[in-house]
């Protein structure tokens, strides 16, 4: 199985501030997605990213969200000012082809205070 | 509005003993079922994908079929190694791949 990799596993931070998460993409992987875990609920979908722009987002996924992956380097997903119930972890996925399985990153968990 | 509802919440088994678990899914024309195997604390690991009714697939001591309505995860003769909470997830026809899952079924296997 591909290793997907996200930094930083644990982010700590002030309501209000922004918070960039990251998520390196696998070569051949051409699809990517940032999902969400609240402690305790379900994995809920965010955002699907492909050829260089969001192709759906969730009502969760506000203005307040970005996503972009600028010169194919890292996918990120950009949080301009957090609120405390943007705690959660964070995850990334990817795959090579949108119907087949995705591979899901170690998460990024954020707490904000 | 597509749903994935998982049973039961958790199950404790001893080593050994043989359970299914189950998920039901209402969504307008399935592309695709999937299973995970999620450890405390990380990410979603992939274990099967089911694409029709009456596929199966096995890996080790897993075995995953789908019907119309539901999929089941037969574990036989588990070890407490098995123990993690167990995540089924659904394709909905949308062009994207995005994937809408259930609560999860912690499983717990003791010695």
């Known amino acids: 199985e591909p290793e997907v990799t996200q930094t930083p596993s644990h982010q700590v931070t002030q309501m209000g501030q922004e918070v960039i998460l990251r998520c390196v993409p696998i070569s051949n992987h051409l699809y990517f997605y940032w999902y969400r875990q609240i402690l305790g609920q379900k994995v809920e979908f965010l955002v699907s990213f492909y050829n260089n722009e969001i192709s759906e987002k969730s009502e969760i996924f506000d203005d307040q969200f970005s996503v972009e992956r600028p010169d194919g380097s890292n996918f990120t997903l950009k949080i301009r000012s957090t609120k405390l119930e943007d705690s959660a972890m964070y995850f990334c996925?990817?795959?090579?082809?949108?119907?087949?399985?995705?591979?899901f990153g170690p998460g990024t968990r954020l707490t904000v205070l | 509005e597509d749903q994935v509802t998982q049973s039961p919440e958790a199950l404790r088994l001893q080593e050994g003993e043989s359970s299914s678990l189950n998920c039901s899914y209402t969504v307008s024309g399935l592309r695709g079922l999937f299973w995970y195997r999620q450890d405390p604390g990380k990410g979603p690991e992939f274990l099967f994908t089911l694409y029709s009714a009456g596929e199966e697939k096995e890996k080790e001591r897993l075995k995953a079929t789908l019907t119309k309505k539901e999929s089941f995860l037969h574990i036989t003769a588990p070890k407490p190694e098995d123990s993690a909470t167990y995540l089924c997830?659904?394709?909905?026809?949308?062009?994207?791949?995005?994937?809408?899952f259930g609560q999860g079924t912690t499983l717990q296997v003791k010695p």
């Open positions: 997830a659904v394709q909905a026809p949308s062009n994207t791949g995005k994937l809408i």
């Open positions: 996925a990817q795959t090579s082809s949108r119907y087949n399985e995705q591979f």
